[in-house]
Protein backbone atom coordinates (compact mmCIF):
# COMPACT_ATOMS: atom_id res chain seq x y z
CA UNK A 1 0.00 0.00 0.00
CA UNK A 2 1.29 3.29 -0.74
CA UNK A 3 -0.25 6.67 0.07
CA UNK A 4 -2.80 7.22 2.79
CA UNK A 5 -5.17 4.48 2.84
CA UNK A 6 -9.31 4.72 3.98
CA UNK A 7 -11.50 1.88 5.43
CA UNK A 8 -14.30 1.43 4.66
CA UNK A 9 -14.45 3.44 1.69
CA UNK A 10 -18.70 3.43 2.17
CA UNK A 11 -20.73 2.70 5.49
CA UNK A 12 -24.10 2.99 6.09
CA UNK A 13 -25.32 2.73 9.67
CA UNK A 14 -28.18 3.20 11.47
CA UNK A 15 -28.62 5.97 14.73
CA UNK A 16 -27.82 3.10 17.45
CA UNK A 17 -24.89 1.76 16.06
CA UNK A 18 -21.04 2.05 16.58
CA UNK A 19 -19.38 1.88 14.11
CA UNK A 20 -15.36 2.82 13.48
CA UNK A 21 -13.04 4.16 10.72
CA UNK A 22 -9.59 3.79 9.78
CA UNK A 23 -6.72 5.83 8.33
CA UNK A 24 -3.00 4.48 7.50
CA UNK A 25 -0.38 6.21 6.10
CA UNK A 26 2.65 4.86 4.38
CA UNK A 27 4.62 8.39 3.80
CA UNK A 28 6.28 8.72 7.25
CA UNK A 29 4.20 11.43 8.10
CA UNK A 30 3.56 12.58 12.19
CA UNK A 31 0.44 14.85 11.74
CA UNK A 32 -2.78 13.08 10.76
CA UNK A 33 -5.91 14.38 10.62
CA UNK A 34 -9.83 14.19 10.29
CA UNK A 35 -11.80 16.29 7.69
CA UNK A 36 -15.59 16.35 6.74
CA UNK A 37 -17.29 17.45 3.85
CA UNK A 38 -20.78 17.44 3.73
CA UNK A 39 -22.99 17.99 0.38
CA UNK A 40 -22.47 21.45 -0.94
CA UNK A 41 -20.17 22.59 1.80
CA UNK A 42 -15.99 23.13 2.61
CA UNK A 43 -14.02 20.51 3.86
CA UNK A 44 -13.75 20.93 7.71
CA UNK A 45 -11.23 19.68 9.85
CA UNK A 46 -12.36 17.74 12.58
CA UNK A 47 -9.35 16.64 14.43
CA UNK A 48 -5.64 17.49 14.43
CA UNK A 49 -3.14 14.52 15.89
CA UNK A 50 0.81 15.42 16.28
CA UNK A 51 3.01 11.89 17.22
CA UNK A 52 0.02 10.92 18.05
CA UNK A 53 -1.47 13.41 20.70
CA UNK A 54 -4.25 15.34 19.61
CA UNK A 55 -3.62 18.99 19.08
CA UNK A 56 -6.86 19.91 17.82
CA UNK A 57 -10.66 19.59 18.12
CA UNK A 58 -12.45 21.42 16.18
CA UNK A 59 -15.69 21.42 18.25
CA UNK A 60 -16.25 18.17 17.27
CA UNK A 61 -19.49 16.35 18.96
CA UNK A 62 -18.38 13.74 21.31
CA UNK A 63 -20.29 11.13 18.92
CA UNK A 64 -17.14 11.37 17.51
CA UNK A 65 -14.24 9.77 19.15
CA UNK A 66 -10.99 9.87 17.08
CA UNK A 67 -8.06 7.53 18.09
CA UNK A 68 -4.42 7.79 17.22
CA UNK A 69 -2.41 4.75 18.57
CA UNK A 70 0.94 6.11 16.79
CA UNK A 71 2.05 8.26 13.69
CA UNK A 72 0.79 5.89 11.39
CA UNK A 73 -2.68 4.83 12.36
CA UNK A 74 -6.06 6.77 12.88
CA UNK A 75 -9.37 5.72 13.80
CA UNK A 76 -12.58 7.86 14.16
CA UNK A 77 -15.42 5.73 16.67
CA UNK A 78 -18.60 6.75 15.56
CA UNK A 79 -21.64 6.03 17.88
CA UNK A 80 -25.19 7.64 18.47
CA UNK A 81 -24.93 9.82 15.01
CA UNK A 82 -27.67 11.76 13.65
CA UNK A 83 -29.05 11.47 9.68
CA UNK A 84 -26.95 15.28 9.50
CA UNK A 85 -23.21 13.76 10.38
CA UNK A 86 -23.95 11.92 6.80
CA UNK A 87 -21.17 13.12 4.53
CA UNK A 88 -17.65 12.23 3.54
CA UNK A 89 -14.85 11.35 5.33
CA UNK A 90 -11.60 12.26 4.80
CA UNK A 91 -8.04 11.44 6.53
CA UNK A 92 -4.83 12.96 5.97
CA UNK A 93 -1.44 13.04 6.77
CA UNK A 94 1.90 15.67 6.79
CA UNK A 95 5.18 16.20 8.58
CA UNK A 96 4.62 18.69 11.39
CA UNK A 97 5.29 22.21 10.05
CA UNK A 98 4.71 21.50 6.14
CA UNK A 99 1.73 23.30 4.96
CA UNK A 100 0.96 20.04 2.50
CA UNK A 101 -1.45 17.58 3.51
CA UNK A 102 -2.17 14.05 1.65
CA UNK A 103 -5.38 12.85 1.43
CA UNK A 104 -7.08 9.33 1.59
CA UNK A 105 -9.72 8.67 -0.69
CA UNK A 106 -12.61 9.02 1.84
CA UNK A 107 -15.20 7.13 3.65
CA UNK A 108 -18.31 7.65 2.46
CA UNK A 109 -21.31 7.73 5.45
CA UNK A 110 -24.65 7.68 5.21
CA UNK A 111 -26.71 7.31 8.65
CA UNK A 112 -30.29 6.05 8.48
CA UNK B 1 -18.55 33.30 7.97
CA UNK B 2 -16.56 31.65 5.27
CA UNK B 3 -13.00 32.87 5.24
CA UNK B 4 -12.07 31.15 1.77
CA UNK B 5 -14.63 31.53 -0.32
CA UNK B 6 -14.36 29.72 -4.51
CA UNK B 7 -17.74 32.04 -5.98
CA UNK B 8 -17.67 30.24 -9.29
CA UNK B 9 -19.21 26.34 -8.95
CA UNK B 10 -18.25 25.56 -12.27
CA UNK B 11 -16.36 26.53 -15.35
CA UNK B 12 -16.27 24.97 -18.80
CA UNK B 13 -12.75 25.54 -20.93
CA UNK B 14 -12.02 24.53 -24.27
CA UNK B 15 -9.43 21.95 -24.37
CA UNK B 16 -5.97 23.74 -25.25
CA UNK B 17 -7.20 27.32 -23.82
CA UNK B 18 -6.53 28.80 -20.83
CA UNK B 19 -8.16 27.51 -17.19
CA UNK B 20 -8.56 30.56 -14.59
CA UNK B 21 -9.78 29.22 -11.16
CA UNK B 22 -10.27 32.41 -8.56
CA UNK B 23 -10.47 32.66 -4.83
CA UNK B 24 -10.75 34.94 -2.27
CA UNK B 25 -10.35 35.00 1.06
CA UNK B 26 -10.91 37.13 4.13
CA UNK B 27 -8.06 36.45 7.29
CA UNK B 28 -5.32 38.65 6.31
CA UNK B 29 -3.80 36.74 8.75
CA UNK B 30 -3.40 33.65 5.94
CA UNK B 31 0.25 33.07 4.65
CA UNK B 32 0.15 30.25 2.76
CA UNK B 33 -2.32 29.09 -0.10
CA UNK B 34 -3.02 25.41 -1.84
CA UNK B 35 -4.86 23.88 -4.46
CA UNK B 36 -5.92 20.87 -4.62
CA UNK B 37 -7.43 19.01 -7.10
CA UNK B 38 -9.83 16.11 -6.63
CA UNK B 39 -10.87 13.61 -9.14
CA UNK B 40 -14.33 11.12 -8.31
CA UNK B 41 -14.41 8.73 -5.65
CA UNK B 42 -11.00 10.02 -4.40
CA UNK B 43 -9.21 12.01 -1.96
CA UNK B 44 -8.25 15.44 -2.83
CA UNK B 45 -4.61 15.92 -4.15
CA UNK B 46 -2.36 18.28 -3.60
CA UNK B 47 -1.75 20.11 -6.51
CA UNK B 48 0.89 23.56 -6.35
CA UNK B 49 1.13 26.43 -3.28
CA UNK B 50 2.38 29.78 -2.79
CA UNK B 51 3.57 31.51 0.20
CA UNK B 52 2.60 34.93 1.15
CA UNK B 53 6.16 36.41 0.51
CA UNK B 54 5.50 35.32 -3.03
CA UNK B 55 2.99 37.10 -5.95
CA UNK B 56 3.73 33.82 -8.66
CA UNK B 57 4.23 30.52 -8.44
CA UNK B 58 4.70 28.26 -11.54
CA UNK B 59 5.24 24.44 -12.10
CA UNK B 60 4.70 23.18 -15.82
CA UNK B 61 1.40 23.33 -16.83
CA UNK B 62 0.00 25.30 -13.62
CA UNK B 63 0.84 28.70 -12.25
CA UNK B 64 -0.95 30.55 -9.09
CA UNK B 65 -0.70 34.22 -8.84
CA UNK B 66 -1.53 35.69 -5.55
CA UNK B 67 -2.83 39.51 -5.21
CA UNK B 68 -2.18 40.05 -1.07
CA UNK B 69 -3.81 43.41 -1.24
CA UNK B 70 -7.36 42.02 -2.95
CA UNK B 71 -7.03 39.52 -1.36
CA UNK B 72 -7.88 36.89 -3.76
CA UNK B 73 -5.41 34.16 -5.78
CA UNK B 74 -5.64 32.44 -9.07
CA UNK B 75 -4.73 29.28 -10.61
CA UNK B 76 -4.06 29.48 -14.36
CA UNK B 77 -3.66 26.03 -16.30
CA UNK B 78 -2.54 26.29 -19.52
CA UNK B 79 -2.67 24.23 -21.85
CA UNK B 80 -5.83 23.06 -20.58
CA UNK B 81 -6.13 19.22 -21.41
CA UNK B 82 -9.17 16.88 -20.57
CA UNK B 83 -7.23 14.93 -18.38
CA UNK B 84 -7.57 18.04 -15.93
CA UNK B 85 -11.44 17.97 -15.90
CA UNK B 86 -11.66 18.17 -11.85
CA UNK B 87 -13.08 19.44 -9.06
CA UNK B 88 -10.29 21.91 -7.47
CA UNK B 89 -9.77 23.64 -4.22
CA UNK B 90 -8.49 26.55 -2.97
CA UNK B 91 -7.06 26.26 0.82
CA UNK B 92 -5.24 28.85 3.04
CA UNK B 93 -3.48 28.74 6.07
CA UNK B 94 -2.00 30.72 8.82
CA UNK B 95 1.46 31.25 10.55
CA UNK B 96 2.29 27.50 9.99
CA UNK B 97 -0.45 26.45 11.94
CA UNK B 98 -1.90 22.96 10.32
CA UNK B 99 -5.54 23.92 10.03
CA UNK B 100 -6.55 24.25 6.74
CA UNK B 101 -9.23 26.17 5.41
CA UNK B 102 -10.78 25.25 2.32
CA UNK B 103 -13.34 26.91 -0.13
CA UNK B 104 -16.08 25.16 -1.38
CA UNK B 105 -14.56 23.87 -4.76
CA UNK B 106 -14.98 24.81 -8.43
CA UNK B 107 -15.62 21.96 -11.18
CA UNK B 108 -13.61 22.05 -13.85
CA UNK B 109 -14.62 20.70 -17.16
CA UNK B 110 -12.61 20.65 -20.17
CA UNK B 111 -14.17 19.95 -23.40
CA UNK B 112 -12.61 18.52 -26.74
Known amino acids: ETGVTQTPRHLVMGMTNKKSLKCEQHLGHNAMYWYKQSAKKPLELMFV???????ENNSVPSRFSPECPNSSHLFLHLHTLQPEDSALYLC???????????FGPGTRLTVT | DQQVKQNSPSLSVQEGRISILNCDYT??????FLWYKKYPAEGPTFLISISSIKDKNEDGRFTVFLNKSAKHLSLHIVPSQPGDSAVYFCAASAAAAQKLVFGQGTRLTINP
Open chain 1, 92 to 102: ASSLIGDYEQY
Open chain 1, 49 to 55: YNFKEQT
Open chain 2, 27 to 32: NSMFDY
